[in-house]
């Protein structure tokens, strides 16, 4: 692996070949087919039709960052006057890039796959980085032309491509979230920003004495009746903006995934409409990516510099939670761990004098 030396170190962390290299590999797809037992140059051209110098070259080149161990057969194992073939086996760090790994990251970095649309539009804002360090503000309009929500609404194959992602992370996060907390005491959860409503439905599904709110505006909310239908009886629809005055009275308020996009001051009244319409003693549950979570750091970091471009938001520690409730009236009362990589639930309760 390149981590031999500190030269080396900076000359593949700091070259563009690096990442454009990974995402080749993972585009053409070649962890699944050295796994599969094509393990020369040779073969790997021939299944992915690409020119056998050039794919050798790459493949050399994510060999140094550790995605395969490249081999050599012993010396005689060739015919004599032929140079022994290079062979190539899969790493555990090049395990990741099987299509069937549970990180679904091969997919993430697949240039042809047309699902990744939205992460291709955030690439520009991404290569703006330096621009919002100077500033501290997001830079996605200086990209495209609009700041990032109205530029979803100006291109719906990206809304589509970004409420589908919301949806995959969603349908990974309900089944662990429907465990971790205790839903049985709860009789009236408001969904915050809940998007289409597919977590809200799977949470009213698995829990049949439990009624909900969906907060979204109007546009979204238009969408969510079909995914609700099944659940409609117990379900109210309401168009509004999680920075007005919401649906008060509930006994539990979810936000996931929400906070992130927003800076500290925003987060904070949106905690703070949260404390004035729940019950007294009611909880608030943020589900986020933490930067302190000890799991996947990597990712939180990523996501962290994500929110700076796209949105002028950014991840926070658990600390950074309790500061923002203890702002509005709420306490962190406590928190659990998702195994989804870096995702915990924090619950807050709202001091009963207000």
Same mark, same amino acid.
Not at 121 to 127: D, S
């Given at each position: ?5 500190p030269l ?12 454009t ?9 070649l962890?699944?087919?050295?796994d599969q037992g094509?393990?020369t ?5 021939a299944?992915?039709g690409?020119?056998e110098q ?6 050399h080149y ?17 015919d004599a ?9 899969l790493?555990?760090?090049?395990r990741?890039?099987?299509?069937e ?6 997919r993430?970095?697949?240039?042809? =796959?047309p ?5 291709a +539009?955030? %690439?520009?804002?991404? *290569?703006r980085?330096? $621009?919002?360090?100077?500033? #501290?503000?997001?830079v996605?309009?200086?990209a495209?032309?609009r ?5 979803l ?19 990974r996060?309900v089944?662990?979230?429907a ?14 920003g809940?998007g ?21 505006l ?7 009746? =079909?995914?609700v239908?099944?659940?409609?009886? +117990?379900? %109210?629809?309401?168009? *509004?903006?999680?920075f $007005?005055?919401m649906?008060a #009275? ?10 992130h996009?927003?800076?500290d001051?925003?987060?904070?009244r949106i ?12 909880k ?16 939180a970091?990523?996501?962290?510099l ?11 520690s ?16 406590g928190?659990k ?18």
């Open positions: 692996m390149f981590r031999q030396d080396n170190t900076i000359l593949a962390l700091g070259s563009g070949f690096t990442p290299a990974v995402r080749v590999t993972a585009t053409l797809r962890p699944d087919l050295v094509h393990r140059v040779a073969a790997l051209a299944e992915t690409s020119d050039s794919l050798g070259r790459v493949l994510v060999s140094l960052l550790g995605l395969f161990e490249e081999t050599t057969p012993a010396d005689g194992a060739a006057g032929e140079q022994a073939e290079k062979q190539y086996e790493t555990d760090v090049g990741v890039l099987l299509s790994h549970p990180s679904n990251l091969r993430w970095l697949d240039y042809d =796959d699902s990744r649309a939205m992460e +539009r955030f %690439e520009p804002a991404m *290569g980085l330096r $621009d919002a360090v100077r500033t #501290g503000l997001p996605y309009e200086q495209h032309g700041p990032f929500w109205e530029d609404e100006a291109h719906p194959d990206i809304e589509k491509s970004f409420n589908t992602g919301i949806a995959r992370i969603a349908n996060l089944p662990e979230l465990r971790i907390h205790d839903w049985a005491s709860a009789g009236h959860v408001v969904d915050v809940g289409n409503g597919s977590l809200l439905l799977k949470l009213l599904t698995e829990h049949p004495g439990l009624r909900g709110t969906l907060l979204e109007d546009s979204v909310i238009r969408e969510a009746k =079909d995914t239908a099944p659940v409609a009886d +117990r379900c %109210e629809l309401v168009a *509004g903006s999680f $007005d005055p649906p #009275g509930a006994d539990t308020y979810l936000i996931a995934n929400t906070l996009n927003w800076s001051r925003d987060a904070a905690l703070g409409r949260c404390a004035e319409a729940v019950v007294p003693g009611g608030v549950l943020v589900v986020e990516r933490l930067l302190d979570s000890g799991k996947d750091p990597v990712m970091s990523y996501a962290d994500l929110m700076l471009v796209l949105l002028g938001g950014r991840e926070r658990m600390a950074d939670l309790r500061g923002l409730g203890a702002g509005v009236g709420l306490t962190l009362t928190s761990r998702f195994e989804l990589p870096g995702h915990w639930l924090v619950e807050f309760t709202r001091e009963e004098a207000r």
